[in-house]
């Protein structure tokens, strides 16, 4: 009896062990990725957890080694969410060391970062909070880098040194949007590498003013800074109206603070922060002020929650200040402040012994000083004298700032003056134009 011939099914072993071996490659590739991915992670909050102490002889305090441990265990963790990561330049830093004479070392290193997904602020500090509050986000801004739009994320070492508060900025990240193209990752590192030409500024640009007039002849350039502003939305809409730059100093923590800003910053003026700071012989009028006898980390902490009550800010003068704008140590720590955020200083100039212009250049934040406060007299007639000098200051020396505040009397002397000015042959400019 014949038997029949079974037909091959299509599982057969020929066919089947190609398909085999591919689970197998890709079981295995699966898993490498899971091991690498899982190690990194560890790795990363290993050493985010074991970040060193500084090393202090008495004199000096060196941190570079646990900036270097900090900003290695960040480039992991970035590595680790599949960020390309970039290391744009790495800087020595030092500053005073008040207790001892000495100095505080440490490094800041600028990263570039471009994220495989939507970039958490959220995962970034968990991360940070792994270190038991040795690292920090110290801040964060959103930056204009050759047309891109970046956000800067500021990540601080924190200690307790000779029983003050330390804050030491040791990683910039520059992120980038997901998946950014090499164009864009060029512009941002060109950017950052110039920022001193302003290819890095704060996306809180200014605006053009509406029906803006210019003189057939222009023989000076004037800018005008209305101080106070924050109190009276009424007397601000007055300024609001008048078709020329201006520059509105914004005074924090007041009932109108941040409508100012915002009513100023939507009328195409610009924002300063008119940053309270101690005078010289009385005190401040202020609740929450900048003093000479804070701490290097209380200034900067200050000086950063300040700054953060005024929406649009690009820049800052002082608000009194007679004492702590020639304190040389104060103006180091706000301009180091300033320039981490990218905003400019106008020294009001309250007290000739001022420092603050010349610190501010020194430390590479674009500066300028008040030639004339415009309202000490606040009849209309004075302001309206006073603002025929500047006039002649800017003709004379081919630019001029000035100072006037938010009063009524102020806003219809300025109104009045306009067509004047501009007859005269002064073109009126922000602040920011007569500065660098």
């Not at 706000?334 to 430390?363: C, F, K, P, W």
Request: glycine share 6%.
């Amino acid at each position: 009896m014949k038997r029949k011939r079974s037909r091959r099914s299509s599982g057969s072993p020929a066919i089947a062990r190609p398909f085999a071996v591919l689970l197998l490659l890709i079981a295995i590739c699966a898993g490498a990725w899971w091991y690498l991915n899982g190690n990194m992670e560890k790795k990363a909050d290993e050493e985010i957890t074991h970040i060193d102490t500084v090393q202090d002889n008495g004199m000096d305090a060196d941190y570079t080694g646990p900036a270097g441990e900090l900003q290695d265990a960040v480039e992991t963790w970035l590595k680790a969410q599949h960020a390309s990561v970039t290391v744009l330049k790495t800087e020595n830093r030092e500053e005073d060391r008040r207790a001892t004479g000495g100095k505080i070392r440490w490094t800041t290193k600028q990263v570039e970062v471009v994220p495989e997904k939507e970039f958490s602020r959220t995962d970034l500090e968990k991360e940070l909070a792994k270190s038991g509050g040795k690292a920090v986000l110290y801040q964060v801004d959103t930056k204009k880098a050759g047309g891109s739009t970046v956000t800067e994320y500021d990540i601080a070492l924190f200690d307790m040194l000779d029983k003050e508060q330390v804050y030491l900025v040791v990683t910039k990240l520059y992120v980038t949007e997901p998946g950014a193209s090499k164009e864009k990752e060029e512009a941002v590192k060109k950017a950052v590498l110039n920022a001193k030409d302003k290819d890095l500024a704060s996306t809180k640009e200014k605006k053009s003013t509406a029906g803006q007039q210019h003189p057939a002849e222009v023989r000076g350039r004037l800018a005008i800074v209305i101080d106070d502003c924050g109190s009276s939305l009424d007397i601000l809409s007055q300024f609001n109206d008048m078709p020329i730059p201006l520059t509105y100093a914004v005074m924090p923590y007041k009932s109108h603070t941040a409508e100012s800003a915002d009513s100023g910053y939507r009328a195409g003026r610009q924002i300063f922060v008119h940053m309270p700071m101690q005078p010289q012989g009385v005190a401040s009028s202020e609740s929450v002020y900048i003093g000479t006898d804070m701490s290097d980390s209380k200034v900067k902490a200050t000086a950063n929650e300040i700054l953060n009550q005024v929406p649009h800010a690009i820049g800052m003068n002082n608000h009194q200040g007679s004492l702590a704008t020639s304190d040389s140590r104060v103006m180091k720590d706000i301009m180091q402040v300033m320039s981490s955020r990218g905003l400019v200083y106008l020294d009001s100039r309250t007290n000739s012994t001022s420092v603050g212009e010349q610190t501010a250049r020194a430390m590479g934040v674009a500066t300028s000083r008040n030639n004339l406060f415009i309202d000490n007299d606040a009849s209309v007639d004075a302001i309206k004298s006073r603002l025929r000098q500047a006039g002649s200051i800017a003709r004379e020396n081919g630019s001029a700032i000035v100072i006037g505040h938010c009063r009524r009397n102020t806003a219809q002397a300025l109104s009045e003056m306009i067509d004047e000015l501009h007859n005269d042959g002064i073109d009126l400019v922000f602040a920011t134009d007569l500065m660098e």
